[in-house]
């Protein structure tokens, strides 16, 4: 694996790696439709919990989406024993590197957040991996908090299927477990270490496009 073979010290201090260029969905957007169907907004603050590789890319494209209150880097799917970094980088917790966001269904509803997922958080045909990262770990899946938000995660993967939005099958899972709150030196990872080699090769590239795509959800 990249990032996860990196201790988290090291890591958060900023040496230097030997990024790969692999060209691929980092540096730009798909275009899809939005989804057919929504969670019917409600009252109140409401949460979304998503997995599409290494937290820190996925965390910076939400943090800049109008309506999101907060955005916290973590693990699901797996134990909150193993909910650690370096059990979670070894690949046997069943855990994903995941994202809870917390929106304001008023401002951003749930299915605009499922297209900003699809179309330039995460490439949702890799299996198993994002980008240089490789392993279960990294997987795409979606961790429904409500049964609402379950069905229109389900219906709009089968229209974007249906839709041939991409041009490989889609390949993100309908999961459930509990969403465990990662490290302190996870959170706000990009915002924090804007120079980060892994930062600048893969996750610049992934803000930039989200906001050239959807200027109308940029903070």
């Known amino acids: 694996m990249f990032k996860a073979a990196i201790p988290a010290a090291i890591a958060v201090a900023g040496i230097a790696l030997a990024a790969t260029a692999v060209p691929g969905r980092a540096e730009k957007a798909v275009a899809i439709p939005a989804p057919a169907r929504d969670v019917t907004p409600r009252a109140g603050l ?15 494209v939400f943090e800049g989406v109008k309506g999101v209150r907060s955005v916290t880097s973590g693990y699901a799917g ?7 970094y370096a ?7 069943r855990h994903a590197e995941a994202i809870r966001i917390v929106y304001d269904p008023r401002l951003v509803s749930y299915g605009t957040l499922l297209r900003v997922l699809f179309s330039v958080a995460h490439d949702p045909t890799q299996v198993d991996g994002q980008y240089p990262d ?3 770990s990294y997987r795409s899946a979606i961790f429904p908090q409500t049964p609402a938000q379950k069905l229109v995660a389900q219906q709009y993967i089968a229209q ?3 839709a041939r939005a991409f041009a490989k099958p889609i390949a993100t899972r309908i999961e459930s477990g509990a969403f465990f709150e990662a490290e ?36």
């Open 78 to 84: 797996g134990t909150r024993a193993t909910a650690t």
């Open 87 to 93: 059990q979670v980088s070894a690949e046997r917790t």
């Open 160 to 162: 974007l299927g249906k």
């Open 134 to 136: 490789s392993g279960p």
């Open 184 to 219: 302190a030196e996870h959170q706000d990872f990009a915002r924090r270490n804007p120079a980060h080699p892994y930062i600048v090769r893969w996750d610049r590239p992934k803000v930039a496009a989200f906001k050239a795509t959807f200027p109308a959800l940029a903070r």
């Open 46 to 60: 409401q949460t979304a919990v998503f997995a599409g590789g290494c937290f820190w890319g996925m965390e910076a």
